[in-house]
């Protein structure tokens, strides 16, 4: 089982829709999670971090479910800008500031 | 300005030659970070450095050498390229864990390699 794995996509949503991607992650310690996003050809940048069961910025929702193992990210009344590639980030095992990321879930929202 | 910069943001280069990528940052951040991207992973780490006198292998580090010359300084080598170097890079940037930002990683804009 790969550490992090994500539904790679494409996620195709009309302007408006609300859409949410999971993101399964294999390190049963983990204490803090991450969402970036990636837009075409540039770099990742923070979306949202994680650390308790969840947490809620305007459109954006992510979610925690440690017995299950997976983080979810919500977006609500999807915008055109919104299309990018979403990244779901975990520490690795032990810390020390290792991040592994997940391949990512391109979303693509249309009018 | 750009907090973490890349030279250069596009090279295309032959098998076998030497290629340097270079990493400048202005955020004052002691650990840094080179990654490489490819179509359908996730970025794989290749070397990370937690100070000046400190450089560690990553996940992928064989064929790849780095040096960290300063503080704000991180350059990733490909001694001797081979096409499957074919990648997107990334440098990126962080403060210790400890700190309230530590789990947060700044990337540079990336350089885009083809190894013909």
């Known amino acids: 089982r790969k550490e992090v794995e994500q539904d790679p996509g494409p996620f195709n949503v009309p302007e408006g829709a609300t859409v949410a991607f999971n993101c399964t992650y294999s390190n049963s310690a983990s204490q803090s999670f991450f969402w970036y996003r990636q837009d075409c050809r540039k770099e990742p940048k923070l979306l949202m971090s994680?650390?308790?069961s969840g947490n809620e910025d305007g459109r954006f929702t992510a979610q925690l479910n440690r017995a299950s193992q997976y983080i979810s990210l919500l977006i609500r009344d999807s915008k055109l800008s919104d299309s990018a590639t979403y990244l779901c980030?975990?520490?690795?095992?032990?810390?020390?500031?290792?991040?592994?990321f997940g391949a990512g879930t391109r979303l693509a929202v249309h009018p | 300005d750009a907090d973490v910069t890349q030279t250069p943001r596009n090279r295309i280069t032959k098998t076998g030659k030497r290629i340097m990528l270079e990493c400048s940052q202005t955020k004052g951040h002691d650990r840094m970070y080179w990654y490489r991207q490819d179509p359908g992973l996730g970025l794989r780490l290749i070397y990370y450095s937690f100070d000046v006198k400190d450089i560690n292998k990553g996940e992928i580090s064989d064929g790849y050498s780095v040096s960290r010359q300063a503080q704000a300084k991180f350059s990733l080598s490909l001694e001797s390229a081979i096409p499957n170097q074919t990648a997107l890079y990334f440098c990126?940037?962080?403060?210790?864990?400890?700190?309230?930002?530590?789990?947060?990683?700044?990337f540079g804009p990336g350089t885009r390699l083809t190894v013909l």
């Open positions: 994680v650390y308790s």
């Open positions: 990126a940037t962080s403060e210790p864990p400890t700190s309230p930002q530590g789990d947060t990683q700044y």
């Open positions: 980030v975990v520490p690795e095992r032990g810390g020390y500031n290792k991040l592994i």
